[in-house]
């Protein structure tokens, strides 16, 4: 039976990998992101399943619901949400924080990921069948200095991700939450605003973890049978022992 899995962020680093891992799995891919080249090229490099594109940005919310209540009969039977679309943006102590990074990363990683949960819902309880893998972080587990606004997104992520697990649970679909920590990706040049010297100074002295590695954690729990919900993950890298904390050579 054919088995669709939506992944959002998939232009690049976790979300990417996913959509990659995942078509080897053998999902249908519906790969999301704003940037459509970097769609385009996913959907060339993905050779075993058919996958199907949607530009949109997830703050978004009408263009959300147009990409979602559009989508081709063959298309709407989604089994797996990846929740993953989400950035830092900037890093100081909240007295010189800036209103428009505030903006993003409530708007994105929050309200983004709740726009686009709100549409793929409605096709899983049809169906009494679904996994939604929500990607919190290690910030959302721990506060660190300068993280304040982003920490607190990802926190929201983990309240949320339990909440949905509650509330789900009686509709037949599963919520996991991923929190992973440092794993190098376009995450830190986004967050440094394309500083790459800024960004590469995060995974300076450690191996850090990949986008591959959290994928295929998210491809192991996505393909546990009905009986089983791994229902949080707490991925680091093995250099690391908190978010503040890593031995760096
Ligand atoms: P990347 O910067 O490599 O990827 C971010 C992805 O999110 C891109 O595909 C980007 O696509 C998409 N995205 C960002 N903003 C929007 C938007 N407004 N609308 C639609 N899509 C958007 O970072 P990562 O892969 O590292 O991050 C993925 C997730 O993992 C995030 O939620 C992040 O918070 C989380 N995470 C990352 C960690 C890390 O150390 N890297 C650790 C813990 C968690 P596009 O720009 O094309 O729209
Ligand atoms: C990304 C990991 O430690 O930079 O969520 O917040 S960290």
Redesign the pocket.
């Given at each position: 039976m054919t088995k669709i899995a939506l992944v959002?962020?998939?232009?690049?680093?976790?979300?990417?990998a996913t959509a990659l891992v995942l078509a080897r799995q053998g999902y249908h891919i519906i790969a999301?992101?704003?940037?459509t080249e970097?769609l385009e090229e996913l959907k060339q490099e993905i050779k075993e399943v058919p996958v199907l594109t949607l530009a949109?940005?997830?703050?978004d919310k009408e263009a959300v619901q147009q990409a979602i209540r559009t989508l081709p009969e063959e298309w709407k039977q989604i089994e797996v949400l990846v929740n993953?679309?989400?950035?830092?943006h900037g890093m100081s102590p909240i007295q010189e924080g800036s209103l428009d990074d505030w903006d993003a990363m409530l708007d994105?990683?929050v309200k983004?990921l709740l726009y686009v949960t709100h549409e793929v819902l409605p096709l899983m309880i049809e169906r009494k069948k679904g996994h939604i893998v929500n990607?919190?972080?290690?910030?959302g587990k721990e506060v660190y200095p300068n993280g304040n606004v982003y920490c607190a997104s990802?926190y929201a992520v983990d309240a949320l991700s339990k909440a949905m697990r509650l509330d789900l649970v009686h509709e037949g679909i599963k919520v996991s939450e991923v929190?992973?920590?440092?794993?190098?990706?376009?995450?830190?040049e986004?967050r440094f605003k394309g500083d790459k010297e800024r960004a590469a100074s995060v995974y300076k002295g450690i191996d850090p973890l990949r986008?591959e590695d959290i994928a295929d954690v998210i491809a192991f729990i996505v393909t546990r049978p009905a009986h089983v919900n791994i229902a949080e993950v707490l991925v680091l890298a093995g250099a690391q022992a908190s978010a503040t904390i890593a031995s760096r050579k």
């Open positions: 959002t962020g998939a232009t690049s680093g976790i979300g990417r999301t992101g704003r940037r970097r949109f940005d997830v703050r993953n679309a989400g950035n830092a994105i990683n983004g990607i919190g972080s290690i910030a990802k929190n992973p920590g440092l794993v190098q990706t376009e995450f830190s986004v986008a």
